[in-house]
């Protein structure tokens, strides 16, 4: 069984940073999808920032110049860098990942990141 556990959201103004982390019970490499998804209230959860199998990166596009997604696989820890925040950011941020051979994700708790005007 993975686990995953997000931290780092939290309330910022609009322009600000902030960086979120997420801690996997396993190495990375365990993985062939695993990033970064949100949900705003009343909308479905979309797609942020992955890694891909081989390493490469796939960003949404209104994310592009303003996220960076990296890792630590010494740490089996991700992070997201958030800058130029905008308050249509404001959702809950869910770390997600899927194991090589499986076709479910597994997913964090979720942590709140909200963008004030």
């Known amino acids: 069984q993975v686990q995953l556990v997000e931290s780092g959201g939290g309330l910022v103004q609009a322009g600000g940073s902030l960086r979120l982390s997420c801690v996997a019970s396993?190495?990375?490499?365990?993985?062939?999808?695993m990033g970064w998804f949100r949900q705003a209230p009343g909308k479905q959860r979309e797609l942020v920032a992955v890694?891909?199998?081989?390493?490469?990166?796939n960003y949404a596009d209104s994310m592009k110049g303003r996220f960076t997604i990296s890792r630590d696989n010494a740490k089996n820890t991700m992070y997201l860098q958030m800058n130029s925040l905008k308050p249509e950011d404001t959702a809950v941020y869910y770390c997600?990942?899927?194991?090589?051979?499986?076709?479910?994700?597994?997913w964090g708790q979720g942590t709140q990141v909200t963008v004030s005007s």
């Open positions: 997600g990942a899927r194991l090589v051979g499986y076709s479910d994700y597994v």
């Open positions: 396993r190495s990375s490499l365990n993985f062939n999808v």
């Open positions: 890694f891909l199998i081989g390493g490469s990166t």
